[in-house]
Structures are given as structure tokens and as C-alpha cells.
């Protein structure tokens, strides 16, 4: 904003006919506003000229200013000091591959030069509001052994991202059930969707890829980070819109899906274009997939599987063109199931909202196949051992609620220790009072402890194979779920 005003030139404008004010030394035109403020008219007229800023923020969080301020701003005070452009995110160094002139050596089974380096790194530098605990450790300059600067890059990126473009409109986005459809092309065009399936960058599947990491740098920190700050909207309706069924739909696709069928629907989603969810969940069947009734038979031919049942509770749904659903294609049991992944258009797909309380634009679903004919070459995995491939998708599943938990406990924990910062009782700040204080030291306990168990397990996730880890991370991961909810209720 490029305009400037004495505050002489703010206080003329005094009338509503023509009101102004001021908000940390910029300047608002508030003229045609004044309809649409819910706290009225007459609040206005009382600050009309002058510097608001202390009602302002009383009232108001960041998230008000950021909505209204490329509309209403108008220019800032000729007093006010200029502020230093920000600097570029850092984007990770493309590596450059040098002709070898020598034979390969044997690879080292211990790299101690490599180690002291990753002892000695410096902490990376501060970065948010620097409110204590009111983000990761690692953004408050603390050293750690999990994060590097191509992390630290697209923490920046997106944070960007969303603090212009997502976190001023997701209360509106709620009120309407939904989230604007450029919002999810645009998670497509910048190569985040690819990165939330748990897997090494799928490069030959896409030609998106994040602008400050490499695709072979990528790992499940980067893909913590993108859920993480996601979240720091605190609408789980908006998370589970962008994330919940795309990120637990995908990853079997993917990992157990033939060739032919990924070369077909990889590329669509990972653009934004088409989208996938996850239907396991049914009336009669939730936590116990082992008992589910939606039962698939083969035709006569051998060449589809004919459906029938229902699904419900399942994200996205209402928008899906895939669905990577649980089917009964045996006896009783868990040995009976099987996974297919069933196109919208085969016809006899029909899905209709579930209004879900506090995730409106989550797009929850209720689902009916009738004698849907499903190709038996979209079978994911193998016939009846489709309870190892769900098995398997829990964990990564379960880690995506956590860390949403966590950062959704700390917006509450962050928004907590602002409002005690301004709020007076008795004649001091709710901060003052001892025992406010105590509230917030628990909740910062509990999101640090849980935290630090989540940057652990996904770190072994990372480290072991896919097979170990869901053997033996299950228990843990199921663990820190229950855990994670507890804070979060905390």
C-alpha cells in the first residue's frame, strides 16, 4: 500500500459518511463496511478518526485483519516505519550429477564424518510467532536430528500459502460445506498432493513437483510439514476436504494396484483433477473391518466382480470419481476381504452428504452400490487378503490424525495464551492469575510429550520397511492416536 496520511488527514474523516481508523499505523477505510460489521454501527462511529487498534485487538484475532485488509486498507500512517522486504524462501539445491572417472568403492557400513556433521548442525533459523510452544521446538531454534533447511523451505512455502490464500476464508468455506475447487488444483499444481501418499516422490506418475524440494530429497518430514501447517487453519473440515480422503485412499492404489490401473488414475489425482477417498466404514461395520458386509461376487465370465452394500462416514465421498473400498469377496472373517477400487462411472455408484458437526466442508458420505460391474483388474493386492492392505494403510492413516490433533491443540493452546496476554479480571491480565498459568503449562506439556512420540515414530517409519513397520509400529502408532485425542480434549 503505497499511500500515506497524517493522522490529522485520518481524524477529518470522522462521520459516516466518510469513516476512517487506524490499526497498528495503517489506515482503514471503514465507509462502506459499516452495514456489514456485525457488532453494528455505532462501535464504529465511536473509534471514527481515531486509532482503533487497542478495540481492534481486543475483540479480533490476526485472522479478521487478514480477511479484510486487501479490501479495506486504504494506506498506512506517514509515521509509521518502513518495513524490510522478506527474504526468498530457500529452495533445496538441485544436485548435480559429475561423471565418475574411477571405479565405485565399496559404500562404508559406517559414515562417522556424515554423523559429526549431523551433530554439529547448526538449529535451523526462528520462524512463526515464537510464542512459546506454540509451534514445533525446531521453530524456535532448537537443535534436532530430524529436520534440514530443504524442511525448513517448505515449511515457508506453505505457511505462505495458506496464511494468504486459505486462513482468512475457512470460516466462510465451513458455513458453505465446501472449499473452493482452485484451492485443491492448486495443492495439485504445487506438488503437495503427491508428496501425502507416504511414499517416496512419485515423479513418473506426475510433473508437479514442490518448488523448494527435490522430489529425491523428499521424505514423511516433508510430508508431516505439509499436513501440519494445513492444519494451523483449525477447521478439521478444510484438513479432512484437502487431505482425508485423498490421503488415505491413494496410498493402496499406489502400493498394491497393478500397472496398467496406475498409469490410468495416478496422474488425474495427483493433479487435483479426479479425486479418491477410502470406503471401509459401514453402518454395521466400523472398527470391526473384519465382519463387513459389502459384498463383491464374480461374474459368471470371471472378468468383473458385481457390488452391493453400503458405505458410510467417508470423506470426500460426495466428490470422488474412485473409490478404494472393502469388499467381502469370501467366507466370514477377515480372510474373506478383499480391496477394489471402483469408478464413479461404472454406474450404480450413488453418494449423498452427511452433515458432520464441526466438519461441514469434509464432504462426509453416505454410499449405495447396486450391482456395480467392476473390472477385475482394479483388484488392489490380492483376492481375500485385502485385510493386510488395510492393516497396512492404518498406520499411515493414523499418523495424519495425529499430527492434526497436535497442531489443532496447539492453535487452541496459541489462541489460549493470546487471549490471557489482553483479557483483564481483577484488575490484571487472565495471564497474571497463577492458575491460568498452570492451565497452559499442562497443555504445553502434554503437546510437547506427544510431539516428541510422533517426531519419533515417524522417524522409524522412515527407517524401517514397510512390512516391520507395520508390525510393529501398529501398537505404538494406535498409542499416540489415543494420546494425541486426549491432549487435544485437554
Not at 487471549?419 to 503437546?447: C, D, N, W
Request: net charge neutral.
Amino acid at each position: 500500500m503505497s499511500k500515506t496520511f497524517s493522522k490529522a488527514d485520518v481524524a477529518s474523516h470522522n462521520k459516516g459518511d466518510s469513516l476512517w481508523i487506524v490499526v497498528d499505523e495503517d489506515v482503514y477505510d471503514l465507509t462502506k463496511f459499516q452495514d456489514d460489521h456485525p457488532g453494528g454501527k455505532k462501535i464504529l462511529t465511536r473509534v471514527a478518526g481515531k486509532d482503533a487498534s487497542k478495540q481492534f485487538w481486543k475483540y479480533h484475532n490476526e485472522g479478521i485483519l487478514k480477511k479484510y485488509k486487501s479490501s479495506l486498507q486504504i494506506g498506512s500512517l506517514d509515521s509509521k516505519p518502513k518495513s524490510e522486504p522478506k527474504p526468498e524462501p530457500k529452495s533445496e539445491p538441485k544436485a548435480e550429477a559429475k561423471p565418475s572417472t574411477t571405479l565405485a568403492a565399496p559404500v562404508p557400513t559406517t559414515a562417522p564424518v556424515q554423523s559429526s556433521q549431523q551433530e554439529d548442525a547448526e538449529a535451523l533459523e526462528q520462524f512463526g510467532s515464537q510464542i512459546p510452544f506454540a509451534d514445533p521446538s525446531w521453530y524456535q531454534n532448537y537443535h534436532s536430528a530430524y529436520y534440514n533447511e530443504s524442511h525448513a523451505a517448505l515449511r515457508t512455502e506453505v505457511r505462505e500459502w495458506v496464511d494468504s490464500a486459505i486462513e482468512p476464508f475457512v470460516t466462510e468455506w465451513d458455513e458453505k460445506k465446501d472449499v473452493p475447487r482452485e484451492i485443491f488444483l492448486e495443492a495439485g499444481r504445487r506438488g503437495y498432493l503427491a508428496g501425502l501418499l507416504g511414499v517416496h516422490y512419485p515423479v513418473e506418475y506426475t510433473k508437479n513437483t514442490v518448488k523448494s524440494v527435490s522430489p529425491e530429497k523428499w521424505d514423511l518430514f516433508h510430508e508431516m510439514i505439509i499436513t501440519d501447517e494445513l492444519s494451523r487453519v483449525g477447521s478439521g473440515g478444510f484438513v479432512w476436504h484437502m487431505i482425508g480422503g485423498f490421503g488415505i485412499g491413494g496410498p493402496p492404489l499406489v502400493k498394491f494396484g497393478k500397472k496398467a490401473l496406475k498409469d490410468r488414475i495416478l496422474p488425474g489425482i495427483l493433479t487435483g483433477e479426479k479425486r479418491i477417498c477410502l470406503a471401509i466404514t459401514e453402518p454395521d461395520a466400523g472398527s470391526d473391518v473384519a465382519n463387513l458386509t459389502c459384498e463383491a461376487k464374480l461374474s459368471e465370465d470371471g472378468k468383473h466382480y458385481i457390488v452391493n452394500g453400503e458405505k458410510k462416514w467417508i470423506t470426500n465421498g460426495i466428490w470422488c470419481d474412485y473409490f478404494t473400498t472393502a469388499v467381502r469377496t469370501g467366507g466370514d472373517g477377515m480372510t474373506g476381504v478383499s480391496l477394489l477400487l471402483i469408478e464413479r462411472d461404472m454406474g450404480g455408484v450413488s453418494t449423498r452428504r452427511m452433515d458432520c458437526q464441526g466438519v461441514w466442508s469434509s464432504g462426509t458420505t453416505y454410499i449405495t452400490f447396486e450391482d456395480v460391474k467392476v473390472p477385475v483388474e482394479n483388484l488392489l493386492g490380492k483376492e481375500n487378503q485385502g485385510f493386510k492392505v488395510i492393516m497396512t494403510n492404518f498406520n499411515h492413516e493414523r499418523v495424519g490424525i495425529i499430527i492434526q490433533s497436535l497442531r489443532f491443540s496447539r492453535v487452541c493452546y496459541e489462541e489460549s495464551v493470546k487471549y490471557a496476554s489482553k483479557r483483564r479480571t481483577f484488575g490484571k491480565k487472565l495471564i497474571e492469575h497463577p492458575v491460568i498459568r498452570m492451565k497452559l503449562a499442562h497443555m504445553a506439556r502434554q503437546i510437547e510429550a506427544s510431539y516428541n512420540w510422533l517426531e519419533n515414530l515417524v522417524y522409524q517409519c522412515e527407517k524401517m520397511g514397510e512390512t516391520e513397520a507395520m508390525l510393529r509400529l501398529g501398537g505404538a502408532i494406535a498409542g499416540l492416536k489415543a494420546q494425541s485425542t486426549l491432549t487435544f480434549e485437554f
